[in-house]
T-cell receptor
């Protein structure tokens, strides 16, 4: 149990286009989902926290108009990279927190999406 | 702010060798500490955790002890297997609850040779 999927796993797009990445919790409900970005040989950097039915909370330095996050249901969050540029090329990882379980709310991670902007 | 520092990698070991992966942290308050593992092609999985000083987390033969005096949470395993080949991330959270966030180290790649 506690499986998180991401789609697509890999995407290549042209500069100026928008790309949508989906994150789904397959066998549990997730009130909260997180979006991370990982550069080569770097740690995961939290971009934003999304709560179902409300606006996402972005970390300092992350452009909310560029990285649009929608968490419309308890099993789906989407990240849309708008007007993508080569510097947006990265590995994007989502995680989901199971709704209301215990003192420690474990995050379950998706396998990641590799975005390459040409 | 919070930060996690892991030793530089990659690390290559022979099967049955002893493993130590160093992790130190800086944090405000009293963090909980975690090790995550990422096997090839998969998402990060929680390997073990410790929520207070002197706690020892353990799982699958791996252990790590929360050392407040040295602000460390080093990962150890007495005898590694080829199947342990993966990327290992040390992480901390300063609030265990609905609003907790994870701060990760850079990760280290472990390769175990038969």
């Amino acid at each position: 149990g506690a499986v998180v999927s991401q789609h697509p796993s890999r995407v290549i797009c042209k500069s100026g286009t928008s790309v949508k990445i989906e994150c789904r919790s397959l066998d549990f409900q997730a009130t909260t989902m997180f979006w991370y970005r990982q550069f080569p040989k770097q740690s995961l950097m939290l971009m934003a926290t999304s709560n179902e039915g409300s606006k996402a909370t972005y970390e300092q330095g992350v452009e909310k108009d560029k990285f649009l996050i929608n968490h419309a249901s308890l099993t789906l969050s989407t990240l849309t990279v708008t007007s993508a540029h080569p510097e947006d090329s990265s590995f994007y990882i989502c995680s989901a927190r199971r709704s209301g379980t215990g003192i420690y709310y474990e995050q379950f991670f998706g396998p990641g999406t590799r975005l390459t902007v040409l | 702010g919070n930060s996690v520092t892991q030793m530089e990698g990659p690390v290559t070991l022979s099967e049955e060798a002893f493993l130590t992966i160093n992790c130190t942290y800086t944090a405000t308050g009293y963090p909980s500490l975690f090790w995550y593992v990422q096997y090839p092609g998969e998402g990060l999985q929680l390997l073990l955790k410790a929520t207070k000083a002197d706690d020892k987390g353990s799982n699958k033969g791996f252990e790590a002890t929360y050392r407040k005096e040295t602000t460390s949470f080093h990962l150890e395993k007495g005898s590694v297997q080829v199947s342990d080949s993966a990327v290992y991330f040390c992480a901390l959270s300063t609030y265990t609850g609905a609003n907790s966030k994870l701060t990760f180290g850079k990760g280290i790649t472990l390769s175990v040779r038969p």
